[in-house]
């Protein structure tokens, strides 16, 4: 069993920066790919990045890549998204999930466990 927790949300301009953080419980946290999605309004919830266990392969969708950086400190259990140059389209509650395997990251059906999200808000 391993709970999220998603920190970091909060209210910022166009063209700011965040930086989200997702403490995962369980001593098994390294053995997790990890990935990023996020759900706007009336919106599909979508991936936005996502991170191997050993942290050696990441990937992001188009619309973030070159903008956001995922990592993640597996002596923390925590996994990071770095978001830059941020806009209002970026608006939505992110979450963090977790997934045993390590193939079709994309996919919100790898994912085996959630956090509860936390809302990011991109003002004009």
């Known amino acids: 069993q391993v709970t999220l927790v998603e920190s970091g949300g909060g209210l910022v301009q166009a063209g700011g920066s965040l930086r989200l953080s997702c403490a995962a419980s369980g001593r098994t946290f390294s053995s997790y790919a990890m990935g990023w999605f996020r759900q706007a309004p009336g919106k599909e919830r979508e991936f936005v990045a996502a991170?191997?266990?050993?942290?050696?392969?990441?990937s992001y969708a188009d619309s973030v890549n070159g903008r956001f950086t995922i990592s993640r400190d597996n002596a923390k259990n925590t996994v990071y998204l770095q978001m830059n140059r941020l806009k209002l389209k970026d608006t939505a509650v992110y979450y963090c999930a977790a997934a045993a395997r390590s193939y079709n990251l994309r996919f919100l059906t790898t994912y085996d466990y959630w956090g509860q999200g936390t809302q990011v808000t991109v003002s004009s």
């Open positions: 991170i191997r266990s050993s942290g050696d392969s990441t």
